[in-house]
Structures are given as structure tokens and as C-alpha cells.
């Protein structure tokens, strides 16, 4: 299978979209980015987060005033994306969180990682451009949409229709930077994808 929609297809088209049409976006479109993160694994199966959708115009503005001030001014563009996704932590048991740190790492947020990797993907399968947003004012975004405390911001999606369809790729750094097998030794060279 080697088609648009293939998974390395899509993976290779993605791309930060930070200028959107102002075309509106469904909630069927929406819901179906939900359910893709939805099946995605989690430490112990906690499936810990929770998608907080704002798409209402005068909520965005609240939330864009409330979130993209002061220090976060440079992400005033977000507020211009028909959507903005806040992704939540739902708080732990006390026990969930004493073993992440008995582990060493903070699984809920490598599962947030991943739960919100799911849904830019299946936007870009659906035609939706997104981009991450780490910074944003997460106390103002709890004030903005009257969250309880048991959800705390972790980060959001901007999700649109993509103004520019030539997105230029981000750079990455090459394979034998990243990529080592046992000891240090330097992966294969793979004929370019
Ligand atoms: C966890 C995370 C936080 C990010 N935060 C921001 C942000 O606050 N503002 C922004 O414009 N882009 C943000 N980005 C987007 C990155 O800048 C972008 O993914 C990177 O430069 C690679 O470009 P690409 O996504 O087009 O491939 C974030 C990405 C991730 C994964």
C-alpha cells in the first residue's frame, strides 16, 4: 500500500500549519481525531488524557486572550486556527504518580505524547493542518475554560484547514545521528525514502 493516506505517507506530508483558512472545521472531522488518539497506548492502560475542544468563536477569543499573553505573545498566531485542542493531564492516584517517579519518568506525559501524535495524523489524513503549542499561559487556559483542577493543560493543538499548501519540511537531523545499534555502531545506509 503506497497511496497519500499511507501511515509513511502521512508521516512524511505532516507538517506545523500556523496559518489556516478560515473555513470552519466539523465536529464529525473533529470527533474522528479524537477517537484515533483515543486508541492509542498508555502506561498501565491509564489513557490519562482528555481533549478539551474550543471551536466556538467567542471561547477561542477568551481562551486566546487568556493563554497567549504577556511572555506568550509569540503564539498569538494560534488564535487565528478555527480550533484550539487543550490537551489535559487528568491528575493520578498518588500511587500512579509515586511510580513514574520510582521509574524515573513521567509516563503520562510520554502518553499525551503519543495520544496527541495519533490525532495529528489523522488530521493530516483528513485534510486538517495542526500545530503544537507548548507555549501558552496554562493557568489562564484553566481560568479561560473554568477547568476543574483535576485537569491541568499540558499542551495544545491548533487545527485548521492549512492556508499554505507548500509547507516547507522542518529539518531533521540525519539517521546516523539518532540512531545507533548495540555498543555505538552507525545504522546501515537506507536508499532515501
Ligand atoms: C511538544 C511540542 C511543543 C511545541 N510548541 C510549539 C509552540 O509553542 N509554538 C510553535 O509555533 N510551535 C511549537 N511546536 C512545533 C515545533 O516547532 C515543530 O514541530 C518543529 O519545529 C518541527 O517542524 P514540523 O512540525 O513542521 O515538522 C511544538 C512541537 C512540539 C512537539
Known sequence: MDNNFSLSALIRSRRSTRRFQEQSVSRALLLQC?????????????QPWRFFIVDDPACKDTLAQKAFGGVFLPTRWAAAAPVLVVLCLQTDSIAKRMASKVAGTTFSMIDIGIAGEHFC????????GT?????????????ALKLDKRFQPV???????P??????????KDLDE?????QGEKPPHLPPS
Open 34 to 46: 479524537v477517537e484515533a488518539a483515543r486508541l492509542a497506548p498508555s502506561a498501565e492502560n491509564s
Open 121 to 128: 495524523l489523522q488530521a493530516e489524513e483528513l485534510g486538517l
Open 131 to 143: 500545530c503544537w503549542i507548548g507555549w501558552f499561559d496554562k493557568k489562564g487556559a484553566q481560568q
Open 155 to 161: 499542551i495544545m493543538l491548533a487545527v485548521g484547514y
Open 163 to 172: 492556508l499554505d499548501s507548500n509547507r516547507r519540511p522542518g529539518k531533521r
Open 178 to 182: 539518532i540512531c545507533f545499534f548495540n
